[in-house]
């Protein structure tokens, strides 16, 4: 079965520190991975995922496999990145092509 | 080009109501996903939708949920009988579906707040 965890609801940081959201799953396929975000009164909208390798608003995340982690990282926190973040994990072993959620967390960035 | 739109955004109904909840996808998307959120709790895939064609429900409770995306239309998504249990915020994404896989880029609406009393 697909699962994700995130072990963190709330992370709370001070603008310019270093960030990692954590996020592990469990999956017994080749794993697509991904980070969804939800700031203040909008929707969720994708903020990366891995097989694009790409640094989104200073954040990336690299596939651990031999750790089945998916950890967001960002070294220098700001304080528009306060929002809900959520990982995400497909795969289409069963042919089904829906995103299995972790339960999020949200990062504060205090001033 | 308006996003994926959700409506109502609130919705409260009494125990043993029917709740319906619409979502439109956005232009040129032919892929709907549900999702439902409880408190303190992760986005939960209920059901994946093409036009006319339920091709995952998984997600979905055997009893009083459904759902449908008609050829022309919104998908709705039909809870009967409400209980309390049901409350929760309902999300509806959409995808263009020829990504392949889950590599789909998916966009979500704003969600329907669903209240039971």
């Known amino acids: 079965a697909q699962r994700v965890t995130q072990p963190e609801k709330l992370l709370s940081v001070f603008k310019g520190a270093p960030v990692e959201l954590k996020c592990n799953y469990s999956?017994?396929?080749?794993?697509?991975l991904f980070w969804y975000v939800q700031y203040s009164r909008q929707r969720l909208q994708l903020l990366l995922r891995?097989?694009s390798r790409e640094s989104i608003k200073g954040f990336t995340a690299d596939l651990n496999k031999g750790e089945t982690s998916f950890h967001l990282k960002k070294p220098f926190a700001q304080e528009e990145d306060s929002a809900m973040y959520y990982c995400?994990?497909?795969?289409?072993?069963?042919?089904?092509?829906?995103?299995?959620f972790g339960s999020g967390t949200r990062l504060q960035v205090q001033p | 080009n308006a996003g994926v739109m959700q409506n109502p955004r609130h919705l409260v109904r009494r125990r043993g109501q029917e709740a319906r909840l619409r979502c439109s996808p956005m232009k040129g998307h032919s892929h709907v996903y549900w999702y439902r959120q409880l408190p303190e709790e992760g986005l939960k895939f209920m059901v994946y939708l093409q036009k006319e064609n339920i091709i995952d429900e998984s997600g979905m409770p055997k009893e009083r949920f459904s759902a449908e995306f008609p050829k022309e239309g919104p998908s709705i998504l039909r809870i009967q009988q409400v209980v309390r249990g049901d409350s929760a915020a309902y999300f509806c994404?959409?995808?263009?579906?020829?990504?392949?896989?889950?590599?789909?880029?998916?966009?979500f609406g704003s969600g329907t707040q669903l209240s039971v009393l």
């Open positions: 995400a994990l497909g795969g289409a072993y069963t042919g089904r092509r829906a995103l299995t």
């Open positions: 994404a959409s995808s263009t579906g020829t990504e392949g896989s889950t590599n789909e880029k998916l966009f």
């Open positions: 891995h097989i």
């Open positions: 999956y017994s396929g080749s794993p697509e």
